[in-house]
């Protein structure tokens, strides 16, 4: 019934329940990343009392308490986790980011100076830079990106289900993000993709997240390893 202390390290650790069959959705998409596909997860929520059966099926632990609550994250073993995700328990109720971003705050706080990698859900776009400036290392406003998908469908036929594809691990490419080397000498943007594509047949570099983690398409934008 949720009472159980998380023994495992390394793990990945959710914050809130959106329901089964989102939970659900979420975990078959860590089982398919490489990285985090062996990844021990762990759940904290006090909307319901006992672990449903297709999560225990699948080895995800139940912690049942607020997940803001620090004996719940302690019980959760929050100091021992890789990432925490961080979810709304409603998607149409944007009044709780408020929550959201209690639960951010009080992850930081137990943390301390514990490097854990933070994810949190935004429902309203306004509330994007406080979730931040809490500590959150990464916001994905899910509603932003309905209203985007939706505009960009009536406009570019298809679109979707290429885009489906790119942010889902279970079929075709996805989109990553990599450090510039620390080796690596001042180059060309454009030369670069170049010797990218000569060693790699399936990486195509389509552009640099600059300091304002803003995406530029220029070819003669200088890599280097000095960049942050």
């Keep these: 019934r949720g009472l159980i202390p998380m023994t495992k390290d390394h793990h990945v650790l959710i914050l809130g329940f959106p329901g089964v069959a989102q939970m659900n959705q979420i975990i078959s998409e860590i089982r398919m990343e490489e990285e985090l596909k062996t990844a021990a997860l762990c759940f904290i929520t006090d909307k319901i009392q006992e672990n449903p059966d297709s999560l225990s ?16 994250l302690e019980k959760a073993n929050l100091r021992q986790a890789s990432k925490v995700i961080i979810l709304a328990d409603n998607a149409q109720d944007s009044d709780l980011d408020g929550i959201t971003l209690m639960r ?33 290392d990464e916001i994905i406003a899910v509603n932003s990106l309905s209203a985007g998908l939706i505009v960009q ?70 890599l280097s390893s000095t960049m942050q």
Aim: glycine share 6%.
């Design 104 to 136: 951010i705050l009080n992850v930081k706080r137990v943390l301390s100076e514990k490097e854990v990698y933070v994810l949190a859900e935004c429902l309203d776009l306004k509330n994007e830079q406080l979730m931040i400036q809490a500590g959150a």
């Design 57 to 72: 099926d699948r080895g995800v632990h139940f912690i049942h308490g607020k997940p803001s609550s620090e004996e719940a």
């Design 153 to 222: 469908g009536i406009t570019s036929k298809g679109i979707n289900l290429v885009l489906r594809d790119l942010i889902s691990n279970k079929v075709g490419f996805q989109f990553y993000i990599q450090e510039v080397p620390r080796d690596l000498p001042p180059i060309a943007f454009k030369l670069f993709c170049q010797q990218v594509e000569e060693k790699f047949t399936n990486v195509r570099p389509i552009g640099v997240l600059n300091v304002d983690r803003q995406l530029t398409l220029e070819d003669d934008f200088v």
